[in-house]
Structure formats: structure tokens, C-alpha cells
């Protein structure tokens, strides 16, 4: 049911499935404070170059991706169409879960050599982003993605599994096992509607730095490539003037002013290269964020979903069934617990990943500056005081 952010069916006790033990999802809380998920070994996966096949004799092509997972060292060969279908499954098992969308399909050039190697690099983000949480990394759909060589009758049973999991959406809940104190309503709603407003501030920045990114670009290999570049025409054109002077104590000022022009043209090369190291990295990390962002307000709906089905509960009329107004009030706790640990889990994230961002684009900066000192102090080195 839309309007209750597909939780309707657990909120009211009408999941009934049987959860096995093994299948059970523990949401703990360290520091009695805040929730998250148990822990679980990260997995990590490396996607090789992929490869242009074809079937139908010829009418029809496609990129085979190969994929292996590092603890297991076995590679399994996916479609982009079986990533797509992996990342539906996902989305629909866990309802309260930020599930980062998949890089977008190609309409054109999608076998052009730049746009596979990125396709592979985006994929390979994406397969580590999902080995990195500690319930989806685990769950039977991801072992089947990543595990599965029997491109046949393997493959289609564990799709038909998949398909027909009854722990999915509503069931999910189901499967959450709280081992900490449940939340009560009024904290839940608190910490969600601060997360809600902590992620719309984040995808405004994030959006700014984006375009900052491309306006740092287009001046980078423009105005100020063309700015140091004329220096290094300008400079070399006067050591042409000077090299014509006869006296050869001129000799050594020639050379200096030459050798400068040549650094100020190389300056100018630095300049428009830097942006692949600082400004498009960045860029393509933050880029990733925000789609985990566009995932947000539909985790959150789950939430108010079920939150407004408590109310209306409690505020229909007639004679209530107070044991069964104890046990929505209980499901939903259940439901709170799950997104606040979700919660959790994108903040751990962001503190790692943001962190790990930021070394990189600073160091990246360094670099570029210490690369133009240097220059630059070779070439004042040629001009005796």
C-alpha cells in the first residue's frame, strides 16, 4: 500500500510467514544510545574488463562482466540486464534500506572502449558500495548474484527463489530481531525528521559542489591554461628579442628568460590536467551520494507510513482492542528500529567515505601546487641575485 510506505501488512499482523533462526537480522546498540545493525564481514569484489558478446548468430549484443568476489576468488559472468534485476530485487527485499541506483543505461555508444571502462568502474563502486552493508552484503540474493556460475538452471532457480521470497517488502520485518531496548514513538520520529532534514541540506551542498567541480574545470582548461600560456608565449617571444643582442654576457639572461617561457607553457599543461585528479574525482564520489540520497525519502516514507497507520489506529472510532493496539505500537518499534539503524549505517559510511574524499582531493591539490613551486623555483634558480 503506498499511502502506508508498504508496511501496511506487517503493521497489522497480517505477515504470518515463519522466519528461520539462520535468517534472523540483529540490530544492536554499543553505546545504548543509537541503534545499527549487527556486524558482519564487508565483502569486496573486483570487476575485470568486460567483453562484447553476442547470440541470435550475430542480431543481438551485449558487455559480459566478470566478476570476483575477493573471499572467494571465483568469478561469475553477469549481464548488465541481470545487475539491473539484482538491484530491483534489492529494492523491493528491503523497503528501509538506501539502495544506491545503478549506473544509468546507455542509449547510444554503449561499446564505445571510454564509456565500458567507465560502465565497469561505476559497477564495481556499486557491487563494493552493497558488499559493504552489513545485512544486504549477506542476504541470499547478493550470494546468488556473486556466487552463481551455472549461467542456466543454477541461475533461473535461484532467480525463481529470489522472485518469490516472502521476507521481501512487508515481510522483511519479519526477519529484524531488536536486541537492544525498542524506540519509542516520539524518539523515532525525532531522529527520523532530523535525518530527513541532515540529508536535504546534504544533497543541496553536494549539488553545489558538483557544479563548482564543473565551473573549476571549464576555468582550468580555459582561462587559466590560456592565462599561463600566454606567459610562456610572451616569455619565449622576449628571449627571441634578447637572443639578437651581440654582447654575450647576455647569454645566461637569454637562457633564463627562454627557459622560463618553456616553464610557464608547461604551468599551463598542469593546469588543465589537474581537474581529472582533484575536481572529477571528487565529483564522481559525490555523485554517488547523491543518488543514495534520492533513495532517501523513500526509506523515510516507510517510516511515516507506518507511523500513520499507529494513528489511525488509535483514533478510529469505535471500540479498540487494546492487546491488538499494543501490537501495532510493537511492529512498529520493530519498523523505527530498522530505519534507525539504517541510519546509522549511512552515517558510519559517510564519516569513512567523506573522510577518505577529502585526504584524497587535498593531497591531490598539494600535489598540483608542489608541482608549480618546484617549476617555478628551478626557474627562479637561472636568475642570480
Not at 142 to 154: A, I, R
Not at 261 to 289: C, F, M, W
Not at 326 to 332: D, K, P, T
Request: charged content about 30%; aromatic content about 10%; glycine content about 6%.
Amino acid at each position: 500500500n503506498a499511502e502506508y510506505g508498504g508496511a501496511e501488512d506487517f503493521i497489522m499482523g497480517k505477515e504470518k510467514e515463519s522466519v528461520a533462526e539462520t535468517d534472523l537480522i540483529s540490530i544492536i546498540s554499543p553505546d545504548n544510545m543509537h541503534l545499527e545493525w549487527g556486524p558482519a564481514d564487508q565483502i569486496s569484489v573486483k570487476i575485470t574488463d568486460p567483453i562484447k558478446k553476442q547470440k541470435f548468430r550475430g542480431m543481438k549484443s551485449f558487455m559480459s562482466y566478470y566478476i570476483t568476489p575477493i573471499s572467494t576468488n571465483l568469478t561469475v559472468e553477469r549481464r548488465y540486464k541481470q545487475f539491473d534485476w539484482f538491484h530491483e530485487r534489492l529494492t523491493e527485499k528491503f523497503p528501509c534500506m538506501i539502495i544506491p541506483p545503478l549506473p544509468e543505461k546507455a542509449v547510444v555508444g554503449k561499446y564505445q572502449q571510454d564509456f565500458v571502462q567507465q560502465r565497469r568502474e561505476k559497477l564495481e563502486l556499486w557491487l563494493n558500495r552493497i558488499g559493504r552493508h552489513p545485512v544486504i552484503a549477506h542476504c541470499d540474493v547478493t550470494s546468488h548474484f556473486l556466487t552463481c556460475q551455472d549461467e542456466k538452471d543454477g541461475w533461473k532457480e535461484g532467480k525463481r527463489k529470489a522472485e518469490s521470497d516472502k521476507t521481501s517488502r512487508s515481510g522483511f520485518f519479519l526477519t529484524v530481531q531488536c536486541d537492544a531496548p525498542l524506540p519509542d514513538g516520539l524518539r523515532s520520529e525525532r531522529e527520523v525528521a532530523s535525518f530527513s532534514g541532515f540529508t536535504k541540506k546534504m544533497e543541496s551542498n553536494l549539488d553545489k559542489v558538483v557544479r563548482h567541480n564543473d565551473d573549476y574545470f571549464h576555468k582550468m582548461v580555459g582561462p587559466l591554461k590560456q592565462m599561463y600560456g600566454k606567459y610562456g608565449s610572451l616569455f619565449k617571444e622576449l628571449g627571441e628579442v634578447f637572443e639578437t643582442c651581440p654582447l654575450p654576457q647576455s647569454k645566461s639572461l637569454t637562457s633564463a628568460v627562454m627557459s622560463t617561457g618553456k616553464t610557464y607553457s608547461e604551468i599551463a599543461d598542469v593546469y588543465e590536467a589537474q581537474p581529472q585528479y582533484d575536481a572529477h574525482v571528487l565529483s564522481e564520489n559525490v555523485r554517488e551520494y547523491l543518488g543514495m540520497l534520492g533513495s532517501v525519502p523513500d526509506m523515510l516514507h516507510v517510516h511515516k507510513g507506518a507511523s500513520q497507520k499507529v494513528k489511525d489506529y488509535t483514533n478510529r472510532d469505535g471500540e479498540k482492542d487494546a492487546e491488538e493496539e499494543q501490537n501495532i505500537a510493537l511492529r512498529y518499534s520493530t519498523i523505527s528500529a530498522a530505519v534507525l539503524a539504517e541510519i546509522t549505517h549511512f552515517h558510519k559510511q559517510r564519516n569513512v567515505d567523506f573522510n577518505a574524499m577529502m585526504r584524497q582531493f587535498l593531497s591531490s591539490q598539494l600535489d598540483f601546487h608542489k608541482t608549480i613551486c618546484t617549476k617555478l623555483q628551478a626557474a627562479l634558480a637561472q636568475y642570480p641575485e
